[in-house]
């Protein structure tokens, strides 16, 4: 491959490279084209110096997109990236001038980037290359962004997600009683139906039952509270975090029900299976009705021994 021009391109040490997701939403496996995930990347000058640094027409040479599933394996690279970037072409680039707290964006579809074929939660960050990617040894990383690949459409409607044919939407909850939320929520995490599983909880009062994230949560911003509850979502997904409230049961049984018109508790032996024995739990599940459906909102768990 060929570079066009040869311009010097200069990065201070303090420059940085931010990425976010660009229109959040639901993410499927599948083509780039038809089930695109876009980044936002922006290029930033925190410094009191100006900063140069080239960047290609074709944003392949300027930048990687590096990710891994749960299990630390990295994921590959699309033959296009791979084709592109052994092709001998002349690659054109300009060169771009920050001023002290400036910055330069653009938007980029990861799934050019790398192949994603399979549901799960995985974590990607951006390599910039300054130099562009001949010079790939010279790079400023990113933030690091978790992102949940969920079942497409069809295979999700197979295992009955509520899931709009059209639009691909999860369906809104229904309204139904305080002891249905718990069962379906329940029943949900046994076959792995993470949809679901969500459906009825107040992922924000979740989150702040722990103090110290409550208090975090209260400090930042609209965007940052945005990313916690999403990094919440994927770390219960991930039995990171609050493992009570996603452990699965091999059967349950509610016991009582009782609610008021706007709060309720539902309590609910659960049996988990161990290699030679099975734990006995008594989950309380507190409840609350917003716009006329129940949410859970806390839970408190009682060891009640071993069978």
Same mark, same amino acid.
């Given at each position: 491959? =060929?570079?066009?021009?040869? /311009?010097?391109?200069?990065?201070?040490?303090?420059?940085?490279?931010?990425?976010?997701?660009?229109?959040?939403?639901?993410?499927?496996?599948?083509?780039?084209?038809?089930?695109?995930?876009?980044?936002?990347?922006?290029?930033?000058?925190?410094?009191?110096?100006?900063?140069?640094?080239?960047?290609?027409?074709?944003?392949?040479?300027?930048?990687?997109?590096?990710?891994?599933? =749960?299990?630390?394996?990295?994921?590959?690279?699309?033959?296009?990236?791979?084709?592109?970037?052994?092709?001998?072409?002349?690659?054109?680039?300009?060169?771009?001038?920050?001023?002290?707290?400036?910055?330069?964006?653009?938007?980029?579809?990861?799934?050019?980037?790398?192949?994603?074929?399979?549901?799960?939660?995985?974590?990607?960050?951006?390599?910039?290359?300054?130099?562009?990617?001949?010079?790939?040894?010279?790079?400023?990383?990113?933030?690091?962004?978790?992102?949940?690949?969920?079942?497409?459409?069809?295979?999700?409607?197979?295992?009955?997600?509520? =899931?709009?044919?059209?639009?691909?939407?999860?369906?809104?909850?229904?309204?139904?009683?305080?002891?249905?939320?718990?069962?379906?929520?329940?029943?949900?995490?046994?076959?792995?139906?993470?949809?679901?599983?969500?459906?009825?909880?107040?992922?924000?009062?979740?989150?702040?039952?722990?103090?110290?994230?409550?208090?975090?949560?209260?400090?930042?911003?609209? !965007?940052?509270?945005?990313?916690?509850?999403?990094?919440?979502?994927?770390?219960?997904?991930?039995?990171?975090? !609050?493992?009570?409230?996603?452990?699965?049961?091999?059967?349950?049984?509610?016991?009582?029900?009782?609610?008021?018109?706007?709060?309720?508790?539902?309590?609910?032996?659960?049996?988990?299976?161990?290699?030679?024995?099975?734990?006995?739990?008594?989950?309380?599940?507190?409840?609350?009705?917003?716009?006329?459906?129940?949410?859970?909102?806390?839970?408190? /768990?009682?060891?009640?021994?071993?069978?």
């Amino acid at each position: 491959m =060929v570079f066009a021009h040869s /311009v010097f391109a200069e990065t201070k040490d303090k420059a940085e490279v931010s990425i976010k997701f660009y229109d959040r939403t639901m993410y499927y496996p599948g083509d780039s084209e038809s089930n695109p995930v876009y980044v936002y990347i922006t290029v930033s000058n925190p410094t009191a110096e100006t900063m140069r640094f080239k960047i290609a027409d074709d944003k392949m040479f300027s930048v990687d997109f590096i990710g891994f599933n =749960v299990k630390k394996t990295q994921l590959p690279s699309t033959q296009g990236l791979i084709r592109k970037r052994t092709t001998n072409q002349t690659v054109y680039f300009r060169e771009i001038t920050l001023e002290p707290g400036e910055e330069y964006s653009f938007r980029e579809n990861l799934k050019d980037y790398l192949e994603i074929k399979d549901p799960s939660i995985y974590y990607v960050e951006l390599r910039f290359y300054p130099e562009l990617y001949r010079n790939k040894s010279k790079y400023m990383a990113s933030n690091r962004l978790s992102l949940e690949i969920r079942p497409s459409p069809s295979a999700a409607a197979s295992n009955a997600i509520p =899931v709009e044919s059209k639009s691909a939407v999860v369906l809104q909850p229904e309204d139904i009683s305080p002891d249905k939320v718990i069962e379906q929520t329940i029943i949900a995490r046994q076959k792995s139906l993470w949809d679901q599983f969500f459906l009825y909880m107040d992922l924000e009062e979740m989150l702040k039952r722990d103090p110290a994230r409550s208090r975090k949560f209260n400090s930042v911003s609209a !965007d940052e509270r945005a990313d916690m509850l999403r990094a919440f979502r994927a770390d219960l997904m991930l039995q990171r975090i !609050d493992y009570d409230i996603v452990a699965i049961p091999s059967k349950f049984y509610i016991e009582t029900t009782t609610y008021s018109q706007t709060e309720g508790t539902v309590k609910v032996l659960e049996w988990f299976k161990n290699d030679k024995y099975q734990e006995r739990k008594r989950y309380t599940y507190y409840v609350r009705q917003r716009d006329g459906i129940w949410q859970i909102y806390d839970y408190t /768990v009682d060891n009640l021994g071993t069978e």
